[in-house]
């Protein structure tokens, strides 16, 4: 299957700065992406839909200013979390999706917000 | 209520099968697809069946749709310990690529 890279994969950061969590196809060019997140335990949460060179579609209640998309080619797209706070900290998931039917799945990335 | 609903839990021994089950309730879903999730990982793409379909079989795995109860479920035949994951059911909708997922059935295989 397609594979689907994220990095970092875990990340420790101080209260009120920003991180950048990368999310790549490698082997596919990716038109649409979308970013979950993972509380422990809990099902995966659909946070926005990162479309190649357009604004990304947010769901409802996840801020827009808080959680920067930004999907500038076919094979990336990076999710800014901005002055992250401890209740940010979580697992942040990428999947992708070409012109195939399948979404594949990053490895996640491990936000610890101290 | 949830769209996607799984039970939570799953005890099973090695080298018997093990059955997941998963309810929704949009008809007009497309695509149906289960995901394996290890601690601390991503989801794998475990198989997926086209909602015209009843049954699929992959190896191990076995798939059954129940269209009219919006019933899926996934059988693991001769479970190993390396089966032991978190299992999630989702939906893929007819407009779109959003899937929506199952709350996911924590599948736990004892030696």
């Known amino acids: 299957g397609a594979v689907v890279s994220q990095h970092p994969s875990w990340v420790i950061c101080k209260s009120g700065t920003s991180v950048k969590i990368e999310c790549r196809s490698l082997d596919f060019q990716a038109t649409t992406m979308f970013w979950y997140r993972q509380f422990p335990k809990q099902s995966l949460m659909l946070m926005a839909t990162?479309?190649?060179?357009?604004?990304?579609?947010?769901e409802q209640g996840v801020e827009k200013d808080k959680f920067l998309i930004n999907h500038a080619s076919l094979t990336l797209s990076t999710l800014t979390v901005t002055s992250a706070h401890p209740e940010d900290s979580s697992f942040y998931i990428c999947?992708?999706?070409?012109?195939?039917?399948?979404?594949?799945f990053g490895e996640g990335s491990r936000l610890t917000v101290l | 209520g949830e769209d996607v609903e799984q039970s939570l839990f799953l005890s099973v021994r090695e080298g018997d099968s093990s059955v997941i089950n998963c309810t929704y309730t949009d008809s007009s879903s497309t695509y149906l697809y289960w995901y394996k999730q290890e601690p601390g990982a991503g989801l794998q793409l475990l198989t997926y069946i086209f909602s015209n379909m009843d049954m699929k079989q992959d190896q191990r795995l076995t798939v059954l749709l129940n269209k009219k109860d919006k019933h899926l479920s996934l059988r693991i035949a001769d479970t190993q310990t390396g089966d032991s994951a978190i299992y999630f059911c989702a939906e893929r909708k007819a407009a779109g690529n959003k899937l929506t997922f199952g709350g996911g059935t924590r599948v736990l295989v004892k030696p």
């Open positions: 999947s992708a999706g070409g012109d195939g039917y399948h979404l594949f």
């Open positions: 990162s479309n190649e060179g357009s604004k990304a579609t947010y």
